[in-house]
């Protein structure tokens, strides 16, 4: 069996007013990121994961956020695309790490429902889903909560 590792990041702006979406489930803040589609920066950093292991380009190459197609678009559909593109090389996704860095909020109430969204999207048991989140102890464009970072690797098989 062959296995191949992706590593994936994004960081989206942050801005008041704005709904949150992280891992498909919008947050209760009083701030959220901003970007074309709907700036789940979880997902985002999940899709590069999984298109760098295939050797697959990158989420900006498949879906331009000069498209208007993927304008205000939810994540979980780029998701399954990206899990559509690489099932098409033969591939299957064995498991998901991630780390969100976000000053605020807490994340543990919501990680339940990201992995469910996420096992949904991709085929994944729970259990093969990892969530995890730092704060970036008040320092730098984090800190000031003027944005919002996540990284994410991932493992594809092919037999
Ligand atoms: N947005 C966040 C940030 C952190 N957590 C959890 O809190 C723990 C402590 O974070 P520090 O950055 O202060 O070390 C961290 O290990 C996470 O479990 C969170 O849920 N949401
Ligand atoms: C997802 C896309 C497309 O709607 O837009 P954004 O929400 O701005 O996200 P980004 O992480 O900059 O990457 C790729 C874009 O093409």
């Known amino acids: 069996m062959k296995i191949k590792v992706g590593f994936g ?12 979406i992280v891992g498909g489930v919008q947050l209760d803040h009083h701030a959220g990121a901003f970007g074309h589609s709907d ?18 380009e990158d989420i900006g190459y498949h879906f331009p956020n000069t498209d208007d197609q993927w304008k205000g678009i939810s994540s979980i ?25 976000l000053e605020a909020p807490k994340i543990k109430p919501y990680i339940a429902a990201m992995k469910s969204n996420l096992a949904e999207a991709t085929g994944l048991d729970s259990d093969d889903i990892s969530i995890k989140a730092t704060t970036n102890e008040t320092m730098g464009f984090i800190g000031r909560q003027e944005g919002v970072v996540a990284y994410a690797v991932c493992l594809l098989e092919k037999n």
Do not use: R, T
Request: glycine share 8%; proline share 2%; hydrophobic share 50%.
């Open 77 to 101: 559909v780029l998701l399954k695309h990206c899990i559509q593109l690489i099932k098409d090389k033969g591939y299957s996704l064995g498991n998901i790490d991630a780390m969100l860095c």
């Open 9 to 20: 990041f994004d960081v989206h702006q942050m801005k008041e007013g704005h709904p949150f």
């Open 39 to 56: 700036a789940d920066v979880l997902v985002h950093a999940i899709c590069d994961a999984i298109l760098g292991a295939a050797n697959l």
